[in-house]
């Protein structure tokens, strides 16, 4: 069974700083994708970034950017520049190919703090 | 294009009752996955439906179940509440259910009294 592990369940970090969120996964798939989520105080689950598992370039989207390492089956988030904005609960989820049925597998989740 | 909406917003039932969670999917999204969200298991898979169909079930008891109409709007429906079930409950949509991404709406918050 495929699972996702983060390992930090709180982070702050100043604002303008660089922080990075840590998330494994346990897959004998090869074909996957995965992503991060962020939920605000407001509930709403809102999509930071994807990663496609046979791209080996890394996704990066404005200050959001990931750290996959396929073999070790890490994909860590770095957010640039920390926003007051940014304070939310980040997931990171997974996706098999196989499935074809719509099943994110989410970890624990990290709460991100950032401090003005 | 409108995003995912979910009505209610809130809910108060009491044990024993039954409840129906409405989810209606961004306009052309023909799959729709619902979760649970709660402080002590997290965010998990309840089930996914695509043209009206259920092909894929967490591991949830019969009392959770669901359907998606032809207009691919869903509902699910909890019977006989347990104080159990007070949970987010997040309704995500995507075109076809594959490898792709979900787009969730903005949650039902049930809390059973």
């Known amino acids: 069974a495929q699972t996702v592990t983060q390992s930090q369940p709180e982070m702050s970090v100043q604002e303008a700083e660089t922080v990075t969120l840590s998330c494994t996964y346990d897959t004998s798939e090869n074909n996957y994708y995965l992503f991060w989520y962020k939920q605000p105080p407001s509930r709403q689950m809102i999509l930071v970034i994807r990663q496609e598992a046979y791209k080996q370039q890394n996704a990066t989207e404005n200050r959001f950017s990931v750290n996959f390492q396929k073999a070790a089956k890490s994909f860590s988030l770095k957010i640039s520049d920390s926003q007051l904005g940014d304070t939310a609960m980040y997931f990171c989820?997974?996706?098999?190919?196989?499935?074809?049925?719509?099943?994110?597998?989410f970890g624990q989740g990290t709460t991100l703090q950032v401090k003005p | 294009k409108a995003g995912v909406t979910q009505t209610p917003r809130y809910l108060i039932k009491t044990r024993g009752q039954q409840v129906t969670l409405s989810c209606s999917p961004i306009s052309g999204h023909r799959s729709v996955s619902w979760y649970q969200q709660t402080p002590g298991q997290g965010l998990q898979f309840l089930f996914e439906?695509?043209?009206?169909?259920?092909?894929n079930k967490g591991n949830f008891p019969g009392r959770f179940s669901g359907r998606q109409f032809s207009n691919s709007r869903s509902e699910m429906n909890v019977s006989t509440l347990e104080l159990g079930d007070s949970a987010l409950y997040l309704c995500a949509s995507s075109l076809w259910g594959g490898l792709e991404t979900q787009y969730f709406g903005p949650g039902t918050r049930l809390l059973v009294l």
């Open positions: 439906y695509f043209s009206e169909t259920q092909r």
């Open positions: 989820a997974f996706m098999k190919s196989s499935s074809n049925t719509g099943k994110l597998i």
